[in-house]
């Protein structure tokens, strides 16, 4: 299993970003998507989170800026940012409780994206 991040970038204060994260390799099935960010020397936090029904929840620093979205069909998830600040910097990272056809019987197991850079000027 293969989780692709994509969409990051440069930014100015107030723009907007969309970032996209697909799974790919052997699913059965993918539970709750999230994403996470790490500002340099800081530790990775949660930004939002998305159930396989849709019901999502966001951390206060983005709620009501961003948007986290899925696509079941094509197992992507995404997170639309607007408003951005230069607080926001960060590599941001997907998360996903995926079964594989293997663990199918199983728990979710988590898999991680590689990571995208965001970074806002002033």
């Known amino acids: 299993v293969q989780l692709v991040e994509s969409g990051g970038g440069l930014v100015q204060a107030g723009g907007s970003l969309r970032l996209s994260c697909a799974a790919s390799?052997?699913?059965?099935?993918?539970?709750?998507m999230a994403w996470y960010r790490q500002p340099p020397g800081k530790q990775r936090d949660l930004v939002a989170t998305?159930?396989?029904?849709?019901?999502?929840n966001y951390s206060d620093s983005v709620e009501g800026r961003f948007t986290i979205s899925r696509d079941n069909a094509k197992n992507t998830v995404y997170l639309r940012m607007n408003s951005l600040k230069p607080e926001d910097t960060a590599v941001y990272y997907c998360?996903?409780?995926?079964?594989?056809?293997?663990?199918?019987?199983?728990?979710?197991?988590?898999?991680w994206g590689q990571g995208t850079q965001v970074t806002v000027s002033a």
């Open positions: 998305i159930s396989r029904g849709g019901n999502t």
């Open positions: 998360k996903a409780g995926i079964k594989t056809l293997a663990t199918r019987w199983a728990s979710d197991y988590d898999y």
């Open positions: 390799g052997m699913i059965f099935s993918i539970g709750t």
